[in-house]
């Protein structure tokens, strides 16, 4: 079983920046890809970004894309999103996903594990 523990939620002030980790449990982090996904209230969940099993493809919803930067760390088993310039749209639980593929996906249904999810909350 694999665990995906979410980290570096908050308030912030529209324009500022916060930076989001999750943590995997399990020895197989570096042969899949990652994910994140976001819900709002009242909102289906939604594709944020993607990464593939190295590092070496990146994919990005376009409301964040030149806003928003995902990474992994294979040998810490974690992965990141870097996210600048936050809109008040952008207030969400973010979730993030491990894939059953090494490619990453904008669809919900290529992840099979998910973490609890960590709120972000952006004022205007």
């Known amino acids: 079983q694999v665990q995906l523990v979410e980290s570096g939620g908050g308030l912030v002030q529209a324009g500022g920046s916060l930076r989001l980790s999750c943590a995997a449990s399990g020895r197989t982090f570096s042969n899949y890809a990652m994910g994140w996904f976001r819900q709002a209230p009242g909102k289906e969940r939604e594709f944020v970004a993607a990464?593939?099993?190295?590092?070496?493809?990146?994919y990005y919803a376009d409301s964040v894309k030149g806003r928003f930067t995902i990474s992994r760390d294979n040998a810490q088993n974690t992965v990141y999103v870097q996210m600048n310039s936050l809109k008040p749209e952008d207030t969400a639980v973010y979730y993030c996903?491990?894939?059953?593929?090494?490619?990453?996906?904008?669809?919900?249904?290529?992840?099979?594990?998910w973490g609890q999810g960590t709120q972000v909350t952006v004022s205007s």
């Open positions: 996903a491990r894939s059953r593929f090494t490619g990453g996906s904008s669809q919900p249904n290529a992840y099979v594990y």
């Open positions: 990464i593939n099993w190295n590092g070496g493809t990146t």
